[in-house]
C-alpha cells in the first residue's frame, strides 16, 4: 500500500487550483483528482458565447492575474479556459485526469480512503472541489415527461445554431438564461421565462460589486447586502445588444407541460420545439455520501469550511455557505488562503480530533 497523502483533492478545476496554490507552500503532500481530460474544469462545458460577468483583472486564482482581453471587454469561456490552461502549465500542480472518484471512506488509522476508478489514495484529509456544473437542476414540472420535443439544461448547452427558425422557451431568470436567450432571438421565435421580472444591473455595476455584496453578507449578515444581489443580470456585451433590440421581455412561468409544448396560466395551450433550462446546479457531493455527512437539504454543514460530521473533510467553490463567493475565480482564491492555513494547522495538532460531532 503506497504511503498515504496529506490531502487528497477531489476534483480538478479552479477552486482545486486555488488549494493547489496555497499547498505548495506548506510542505504537504498531496494530488488532485480530475475526471475531466484537460485543464479548465466546469469551464470546459460552458456554451460557446458564455461571457464572464466581471472584468480579467477581478477573475484571476492566486499567484498570477488573467490577462486582459485585447479590447478590454469581459472575458469569453474561451479566454478563460486558455487562462486556466496556462495557469496549470505554469505552477504544474500534481493532477492525475482522467481519475473519477466513485466514493470516499473512512479507512483504518484516521485516514480517509478516496476510492477511483484507477486505484484507492489514501489521505489524511481530502479537500471536496467537485463543483456544482455536474449537478444540474431541473425543477420538477407537471408533464415534464410527456414533452416530446427538445430540453436541455444550459448545461449541455453549446449555441443557437440547432434552433434557428423553431419556437423556445429559455428558462431562467440569472445570468445565463439572459446571455442564452440575448443569443436565441437572433435566430429562433425565443421566448424568455422566468419567476419574476428580470433586474438588470446599471452598466457600471459587474462581477466586482457582486463579489463584494456576497462577501459582506457572509461576513457581516444579511443587512450588509444592499438591494439586488448575486443573481441580478449584468449587462456583457451580448445582453446589452440584446436590450438594445428590445427582445429581453419575460413572461411568468408556465404551469405544466403536454407532448407538443406548454399551457400558460390563463388556459392556452403552445406548441414549442425547445425548451431550454437555465435553472441552476445543485453541489455534486455523492463521491462524499458514504461518510454520512450529507444533510436533508442537500448540503454539508461545515464550520467555515471544515465538515462538522467529518473533519477530515474540507469544502471549496461550491457556494457562499461553505465561503464568501468561492465558486467566483477571485473568491475561490480568497478563500483557500485561509482554508489551507486552517488545514495546515489542524494537521499539525497532536490533537486531532476525528469523532464524528452528533446533529
Not at 464572464?52 to 469581459?74: C, H, N, Q, V
Not at 469561456?77 to 473519477?100: K, M, N, Q, T
Not at 436567450?181 to 435566430?187: D, G
Not at 424568455?192 to 428580470?198: F, N, S
Request: one cysteine or more.
Amino acid at each position: 500500500m503506497a504511503e498515504p497523502f496529506d490531502v487528497v483533492i477531489v476534483g480538478g478545476g479552479q477552486a482545486a487550483l486555488a488549494a493547489s496554490y496555497f499547498l505548495r507552500r506548506t510542505g504537504l503532500t498531496y494530488v488532485i483528482l480530475d475526471n475531466g481530460t484537460q485543464a479548465g474544469g466546469a469551464w470546459v462545458h460552458g456554451w460557446d458565447s458564455l461571457h464572464l460577468f466581471s472584468p480579467a483583472s477581478y477573475s484571476s486564482l492566486p499567484g498570477w492575474p488573467m490577462p486582459d482581453t485585447p479590447d478590454g471587454s469581459y472575458p469569453t469561456r474561451d479566454e478563460v479556459l486558455d487562462y486556466l490552461y496556462r495557469y496549470e502549465a505554469r505552477y504544474a500542480p500534481p493532477i492525475h485526469r482522467p481519475v473519477s472518484v466513485d466514493r470516499v471512506e473512512r479507512a483504518e488509522g484516521k485516514l480517509l480512503n478516496v476510492r477511483t476508478n484507477t486505484g484507492d489514495f489514501l489521505s489524511r484529509a481530502v479537500i471536496g472541489a467537485t463543483g456544482t456544473w455536474s449537478a444540474p437542476f431541473i425543477p420538477d414540472v407537471a408533464g415534464h415527461d410527456l414533452f416530446g420535443a427538445t430540453q436541455l439544461h444550459s448545461s449541455h448547452y453549446r449555441n443557437a445554431a440547432p434552433f434557428a427558425g423553431r419556437r423556445v422557451l429559455v428558462v431562467g431568470g440569472g445570468n445565463s438564461g439572459a446571455q442564452i436567450l440575448a443569443e436565441m432571438s437572433l435566430v429562433a421565435q425565443a421566448t424568455w421565462v422566468t419567476l419574476h421580472d428580470p433586474v438588470f444591473l446599471p452598466d457600471d455595476v459587474d462581477g466586482r460589486v457582486l463579489f463584494e455584496r456576497a462577501t459582506a453578507r457572509v461576513l457581516g449578515g444579511p443587512s450588509a447586502m444592499p438591494a439586488g444581489g448575486f443573481g441580478d443580470i449584468v449587462m456583457v456585451p451580448p445582453v446589452r445588444a440584446a436590450m438594445e433590440r428590445g427582445v429581453l421581455h419575460a413572461v411568468r412561468p408556465f404551469v405544466r407541460m403536454t407532448a407538443t409544448g406548454v399551457v400558460w396560466p390563463d388556459g392556452r395551450e403552445e406548441a414549442i420545439d425547445a425548451i431550454i433550462w437555465c435553472t441552476g446546479f445543485r453541489p455534486a457531493l455523492s463521491a462524499f455520501a458514504p461518510l454520512d455527512v450529507i444533510e436533508p437539504d442537500g448540503l454539508i454543514r461545515v464550520n467555515g469550511q471544515q465538515a462538522v460530521r467529518e473533519p477530515r473533510l474540507w469544502l471549496l467553490g461550491y457556494g457562499s455557505w461553505c465561503g464568501p463567493a468561492c465558486a467566483t475565480l477571485l473568491g475561490a482564491g480568497r478563500v483557500a488562503r485561509s482554508m489551507v492555513r486552517q488545514l495546515a494547522a489542524w494537521l499539525a495538532s497532536p490533537t486531532q480530533d476525528v469523532r464524528l460531532t452528533k446533529n
